[in-house]
Every structure is written in C-alpha cells, then in structure tokens.
C-alpha cells in the first residue's frame, strides 16, 4: 500500500482530563468533586479505585511534557478542574488552581506544544451538586462565571466547554454508572438542556470578551446502524440516532432540538418546561471548532436492543468499526454547517504488561490507531474538515467506574512507582507525527 500522507500543518496530539491524571485532590484549596463523592461510595467504582493518585500529573507535569516533546506532539488536550479554581463552584477563584494551570501551559509553550483546555470533564464541584447540580439553571450560569476566570487567567486560543454531555446523562443520570450516579429519566434531560445552556453561555463569553480564540463542544458521537434490514430496525436506528447524535448535533449547530427525540424525551421528562426564550439562541452561539470523540459504532436491532457485530475491546461498550469514523465525519460534512473538526479522543484499552524486556507489545492498539487514522484520512480526502487528531490517551489512568483495571494510555504508568514507558503504540505513533504519513 501507498503511504497515506496527511496535511502538512495537521495537528498531532494526546488527550487526558484531570480527575483521572491529576491526583493531588486535596491539595492547594482544591475542593471536591462528585467524582471524589461517587468514587468514595463502596462499589461504585472497581476495586474502590480514586482519582488519586492518577497518574499523579499535578506533581509530574513536566516529566510528561519531556515525554510529550519526545513523542513529538503538537498538541496537548487536557481539562481545567473547576474544583481547582473555585473550590464551591462560585466566588473568588483559587489563586494556586490557576497557577498549576499556567504553569502547565507555560510548560508545554517552552516545548512548542500547544494547549487545547477542556472547561469540564465531568468533575463538578461537590457544592454545585449540593444544589440541585446539571438539574439546576444556576449551574449554567455559574459555569459561565468559571469558565470567564479560566479564559481571562491562561494563555490558550483553542477551547472545549463540555466534554461529552452525552455521557453525562446516560452514565450519570440514567444508568448510575457515573457521577452523580442517578438512574432518572426524568432529571436527566433536565440536565441535558442546562449543560448544553453551559456550553453555550461560556461560548459567548469567550466570543465578547477574547476575540481570535477558538471554542466548541467535545461531542461522543456514535454512528448508529440497523442490524438488519427490517424497517423496525431502521427506525431503531434513526430513534438511536437522535438521542446518541442529533440531541446535541441540531440545538448546537441548528437552533432546535430534533422534533422525535424530543417528542419521546417529553414522555419520561420535564425538559421541555426548563426551555425558556432564547436558550436555544444561546445554545446555538457559532462554534469556532468541533471536538470530535470516536470510539464506537451503536447497531441496533427491531426491539431497540444494541447488537454487537464485531469485534469487542475489553472495554464491553467498545465494537470495534473503523469504518464509523469515516461515517461520522462524512455525515457531519454532508448535514451540518461546516466548521473545523478536531478528533478530541480516539482509542482502545488493552490489557497491557511490561515484557521482561521492559517494553509494552500493545500491537491490537496499533492495529487499532491505525485502521482508525485510515479511516479519517478518508474523510479528509473526501472534504472533511479535520484539522487534528488527539489519541486518548497520553498515559494509562484513572477509567471512570473501571478504575486503573482499564489502559487506554499510550504510555504505560507503573501505579507503584508512578514510571512512565512509552507503549509500542507511542513509537509507532512518534514516527507517524514525525513523518506525517501513514505507512
Ligand atoms: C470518554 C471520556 C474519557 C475516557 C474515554 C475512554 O468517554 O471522555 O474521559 O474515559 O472515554
């Protein structure tokens, strides 16, 4: 095969966020999470994992930007944790918070790296949550605030507001498997509106007050597929296809929610009655960039119930289909308005052990990256406007209600001595970066 050459300024980076690399969660006035709150809970997450130590990048963040620099990176995507910077989620901000993040960024500049901040990945403070949480208005507003501190304190032009609502509401809201850890219908598209309002609210911000930047939301989009060809499965697929997509696709870049989903929302929840004048004007504030996070494909049959025809990942909800990032992308070319796209995160966790040679063999990740970056420099050929690609992750860490049981990092971390060692997949992927081609 030839080598699939990519665009000479295409952006190559990693991605982490800071509940799950940080630690360091009591330290310098950072105050609680719901994650602190839900992973503090027995059973909740696997083996009774935390956030600490992570992988401990409070205190080794410029260890890993040397790795970063070594690798080759042009972009570092990690989150700001609004713990860190106002420890009750309101008030006056946290002096040291902002200044680890400046530090960090100063770092990664010194290395000619470039930030990209996510505002929130999930890790709300415990405060805001005391009072009512994503349930309630004010939180939006607050998030506002927050996010005119962060975009005022640090240095960066390109911008994420939430990171994957989506995941809010179904492991948060309606499955319990996250943070805040509700199974309720009912609240959750409550919180699906406000996070949205939150994203819009903190774009405006940024649109007011710092010209020339950059923001957009971090979307988990899954392309959704009949499993057969019966038209019960198709409409499936389409009814699928507007909670997974279409819910955060349409208000952010189209002004309205989709008229089914909402249709069959407003039979097991309230949302409707907390869209007031001109939230969808709000909500839909033009986006400068699109962060695009793909993992899976969601088939699903007559009944509604998801199917897996391919391969599995040893995470369960993880099929493994290229060919959905070459989907993705195309059908955001084809249905929505055209903006730069970023790959926010991309990856495969693997069950991965150092040899007696010290060196990680992650080839399944390899395979992976590889058909994956086939599949989007597809898209681009095709007109996609994909301006970079972020691989989740930089480093092994702290995987939600899986605990450190899932790796998805590049570079390995031995938790009992916090090492790092580039995986295989971290040189392969250095010579991808470095020669801008695939081969
Ligand atoms: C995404 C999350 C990220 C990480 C990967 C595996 O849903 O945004 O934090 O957990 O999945």
Known sequence: MNALRFPDDFVWGAATSAYQVEGATGEDGRGPSVWDTFAAVPG??????????GADQYHRYGE???????????SYRFSVAWPRVQPTGTGKPNQKGLDYYRRLVDG???????????????????????????????TAARFADYAEIVFDALPIRDWLTINEPKTVVECGYRFGSHAPGFTDDGRAFVALHHLLLAHGLASQVLHEQHRGRRIGPALNLHPTYPSDDTPEALEAAR???????????????????????????????????????????TISEPIDILGVQYYTPVFVDGSGERVFLHEKAQADWLEIYPEGMYDILARLTRDYPSVPIVITENGLPTLDVPGPDGHVRDEGRISYLRDH?????????????????????????FEWAEGYSQRFGIVYVDYENQRRIPKDSALWFREVVKSGELR
């Open 239 to 281: 009814h699928q296809d507007g909670l997974e997509n279409r819910v955060y696709l349409d208000p952010i870049f189209k002004g309205f929610y989709p008229e089914d989903t909402l249709r069959w929302i407003s039979e097991r929840s309230p949302m409707r009655e907390h869209i007031l004048e001109g939230d969808l004007v």
């Open 373 to 397: 970056l086939t599949a989007m420099h597809r898209a681009i050929g095709e007109g996609a406007r994909v301006e970079g690609y972020h691989v989740w992750s930089l480093l092994d860490n």
């Open 44 to 53: 909740n997450v696997k083996d009774g994992d935390t956030g600490d130590p």
């Open 64 to 74: 890993d930007i040397e790795l970063m620099a070594d690798l080759g990176l042009d």
């Open 108 to 138: 990664l500049a010194e290395r000619g790296i470039r930030p990209m901040a996510t505002l929130f990945h999930w890790d709300l403070p415990q405060e805001l949550q005391d009072r009512g949480g994503w349930e309630n208005r004010d």
